[in-house]
């Protein structure tokens, strides 16, 4: 039980930092449009522009600040972080994704040890496959990138568990090229 809340809060912890990283690009925006960079301001701001500008950098600062204490403390309680995305399946195996990783969970309907199954993990491929009975549970290329030597392999009874950290902080739409691409509420 514990190591699921451990889980469940460096998902949180992942999903601050990848916030602080989009709050920072929308800072230096912001900065960027305060002092003429990008382009002028409309004439709709008026003579109160600097002021206006000035408060919108110094409420974004403070956002990044609350975010960046949230990720180090992340005191949150995992239910209450609605923007982490719920477990996809598909038949035999099912997956959930943080920004940094992600989980794939396959069901180990052979029993197998660790010594009959055989897994390989490239940095665009993967494969994951009875040596007993040669059944491949899992192959495919990747969506992206990931860091495949740091890829962890736990059989845990009837499921057969890897966590693969993402090369790219980014969301994925899809774990293996051919499968759909998830929809929004997913």
């Given at each position: 039980?514990?190591?699921?809340?451990?889980?469940?809060?460096?998902?949180?912890?992942?999903?601050?930092?990848?916030?602080?990283?989009?709050?920072?690009?929308?800072?230096?925006?912001?900065?960027?449009?305060?002092?003429?960079?990008?382009?002028?301001?409309?004439?709709s701001l008026g003579a109160d522009?600097?002021?206006?500008?000035?408060?919108?950098?110094?409420?974004?600062?403070?956002?990044?600040?609350?975010?960046?204490?949230?990720?180090?403390?992340?005191?949150?309680?995992?239910?209450?972080?609605?923007?982490?995305?719920?477990?996809?399946?598909?038949?035999?195996?099912?997956?959930?994704?943080?920004?940094?990783?992600?989980?794939?969970?396959?069901?180990?309907?052979?029993?197998?040890?660790?010594?009959?199954?055989?897994?390989?993990?490239?940095?665009?491929n993967i494969l994951v496959q009875?040596?007993?009975?040669?059944?491949?549970?899992?192959?495919?290329?990747?969506?992206?990138?990931?860091?495949?030597?740091?890829?962890?392999?736990?059989?845990?009874?009837?499921?057969?568990?890897?966590?693969?950290?993402?090369?790219?902080?980014?969301?994925?739409?899809?774990?293996?090229?051919?499968?759909?691409?998830?929809k929004a509420n997913n």
């Amino acid at each position: 039980m514990a190591a699921s809340q451990d889980d469940d809060e460096s998902a949180i912890v992942d999903e601050a930092i990848r916030l602080c990283v989009v709050t920072d690009d929308l800072l230096r925006i912001v900065k960027e449009r305060a002092v003429g960079l990008l382009h002028p301001w409309d004439d709709s701001l008026g003579a109160d522009a600097p002021e206006k500008v000035m408060e919108d950098i110094i409420e974004t600062n403070n956002f990044i600040s609350l975010m960046r204490d949230f990720a180090e403390n992340h005191t949150v309680p995992f239910s209450e972080a609605p923007w982490l995305q719920e477990k996809v399946s598909y038949g035999h195996y099912s997956w959930v994704q943080t920004v940094s990783k992600f989980d794939v969970e396959i069901q180990n309907d052979e029993n197998l040890t660790s010594s009959q199954l055989f897994v390989k993990v490239a940095p665009r491929n993967i494969l994951v496959q009875s040596r007993v009975t040669q059944k491949i549970y899992l192959e495919g290329s990747l969506f992206q990138k990931c860091e495949a030597a740091e890829t962890t392999c736990v059989i845990d009874g009837s499921k057969i568990k890897l966590c693969i950290k993402k090369a790219i902080i980014s969301w994925w739409d899809r774990l293996i090229v051919s499968e759909p691409k998830l929809k929004a509420n997913n």
